[in-house]
């Protein structure tokens, strides 16, 4: 096993072991810079995040001495399992790739190190980014805050968490006035998380248009169920048919939400799916 194959290879057809390789990378003193990297950003996936795992990306970020990309990769790369953590609210341990103890722990430390204003800017930005996918009280202030420093790359930070943070309608359709296709696209998603139709001209516009940014494209189509379902659905119908594989399979998806389907959990879906691909 190596770090390129896992690299190239699907996360859900990563061989056995495949956790406690990635954990070996990161704690060896043996390890190069870039092949730690590498494992930090791969260990935050579901098919293998685990306590170890976790606590392990927890003390690179908190780490003064690693490199800022080192740690603000390993900060990033718990939002998945904080995200999950926070969506199962209590349920057993089995139930989430880590447990509460870990998911406490995540909290409390991923807020320690933003604090330190000491840290360098990207560092802080990615706790921030990775620890509003578990929402909690003194996000909201940061979030404000990281508006209010006046740089694109915290204005992109504070617009990503508005995502999962709720109080800032005004901001995101602010932000839906921008050129810069990077807040755009995380200001379309933020208002398809927080249902908020007057996005709907803008995400109807990026959907029609085949010259817009296709990640644009995707972006509006997957958030157009949350912005206006019904006014979507038409539109979704259409592009479900388009020559573009990505774009038609994230019009499906799209539209199953729209028709009250959960495309995870219809067979039916999955098989015409996979016909298709």
Request: glycine content about 6%.
């Amino acid at each position: 096993m190596t770090l390129g194959e896992l690299t190239n290879t699907p996360a859900w057809e990563w061989p056995e072991g495949a956790d406690d390789f990635l954990l070996g990378v990161l704690r060896s003193n043996k390890t190069t810079a870039g092949d730690r990297l590498v494992a930090a950003e791969l260990a935050g996936d579901y098919a293998v995040v685990n306590d170890d795992i976790a606590r392990t990306l927890l003390a690179i970020a908190g780490d003064r001495n690693a490199e800022p990309e080192l740690r603000s990769t390993a900060a990033i790369s718990l939002g998945p399992a904080l995200e999950d953590a926070d969506m199962m609210d209590g349920d057993s341990d089995e139930d989430s790739v880590i447990s509460e103890e870990v998911f406490d722990a995540l909290r409390l430390g991923l807020r320690k190190i933003y604090m330190d204003a000491s840290a360098p800017e990207v560092v802080r930005r990615s706790v921030l980014e990775a620890a509003v996918r578990a929402p909690d009280d003194w996000h909201r202030e940061a979030v404000r805050g990281a508006c209010q420093q006046g740089s694109p790359e915290w204005k992109l930070t504070a617009v990503f968490c508005m995502r999962f943070v709720e109080g800032f309608e005004d901001e995101i359709i602010a932000a839906l006035d921008s050129e810069d296709p990077q807040l755009l696209r995380e200001a379309i998603l933020a208002a398809g998380n927080w249902d908020i139709a007057a996005a709907w001209p803008v995400a109807r516009a990026l959907m029609v248009d085949p010259e817009a940014d296709r990640e644009l494209r995707i972006a509006a189509i997957e958030a157009s169920p949350g912005i206006d379902p019904d006014a979507a659905m038409d539109l979704l119908a259409e592009l479900s048919e388009s020559d573009d594989d990505d774009i038609a399979e994230a019009a499906e998806e799209a539209l199953a939400i729209c028709s009250g389907i959960d495309p995870l959990d219809d067979e039916e879906f999955d098989d015409e799916d996979d016909d298709r691909r």
